[in-house]
């Protein structure tokens, strides 16, 4: 079996579409054993729906924790401290990219 972990964007999901017979011939990926590990997108779902075709685990628990995220309430104590926690983290990442 032959698992292929594919993110990528939606030029890239048209264009397989429409050279899956040369990817078979010139790499021999496309099997009845391949399987595609991808996102959710309309996109790529439609571009492997002949295809057995996963869901990306770590892409669902990143919109999972993202949805979270972006609901915190800052009138909650609890919350404010998570908040916080990220900003400082975020200023912390920001100065050791920044120093290189």
């Known amino acids: ?46 571009a492997f729906k002949d295809y057995v075709r996963i869901s990306c685990a770590g892409h669902n628990i990143n919109l999972i924790l993202k949805h979270v995220f972006d609901h915190l309430d800052e009138d909650n104590p609890v919350h404010i401290r998570i908040i916080k926690l990220f900003r400082d983290t975020k200023t912390l990442v920001t100065h050791f990219k920044r120093a290189g």
């Open 1 to 46: 079996m032959m698992i292929l972990c594919l993110g990528f964007a939606k030029v890239l999901c048209v264009a397989f579409v429409k050279k899956k017979k040369n990817y078979q011939q010139e790499f021999g990926i496309l099997t009845k054993d391949t399987v595609f590990v991808t996102d959710n997108g309309s996109n790529v779902t439609a």
